[in-house]
């Protein structure tokens, strides 16, 4: 399948390589299938990019990569909905933006990820979800860098 992409131009995808997001991302529930893209030269950030709307592009990292390891649980209807049988199935990604430096205040800008809303994407079944998280109710162990 080709994906006609705003920031890369056609890129092949093969079907059984799409992710589906049944009920779509907030604010995106009309973009259901999306295809895992690295960007040549960068093993820490992904494209997440719909294969329903050009337009909808994500980039995504392992919460780690911020020194972030988090735990939290998933309702059987989210398990059901992944189709997950076990947790090695499923993998955590957070949606990252990258801010502009206010004006006159270059310690603004930098990357921020959403660790509120993470995705779970069962590698397995190539279903995933964003798991929107009301309140912390998760445990988040910060780790230095090395």
């Not at 990019?49 to 050009?54: G, I, K, T, Y």
């Not at 059901?80 to 990604?93: D, F, R």
């Amino acid at each position: 399948m080709k994906i006609d992409s705003a920031q890369f131009g056609s890129i092949d995808v093969a079907e059984d390589k799409l992710i589906e997001f049944p009920a779509g991302l907030p604010g995106f529930e009309h973009c259901k299938r999306f295809a895992l893209v690295h960007e040549e030269g960068t093993d820490r950030v992904a494209l997440l990019h719909s294969a329903d709307d050009p337009e909808v592009v994500f980039s995504l990292a392992d919460p780690a990569t911020f020194g972030v390891h988090y735990e939290f649980k998933l309702s059987d209807e989210e398990q059901t909905a992944l189709g997950l049988s076990s947790p090695e199935q499923a993998l955590v990604v957070v949606i990252v933006r990258k801010d502009e430096a206010a004006e006159g205040s270059p310690a603004s800008a930098g990357l921020r990820a959403n660790f509120m809303a993470p995705l779970v994407i069962n590698v397995d079944a190539r279903r995933g979800l964003q798991k929107v998280i009301s309140k912390m109710e998760c445990d988040i162990v910060m780790r230095a860098k090395d």
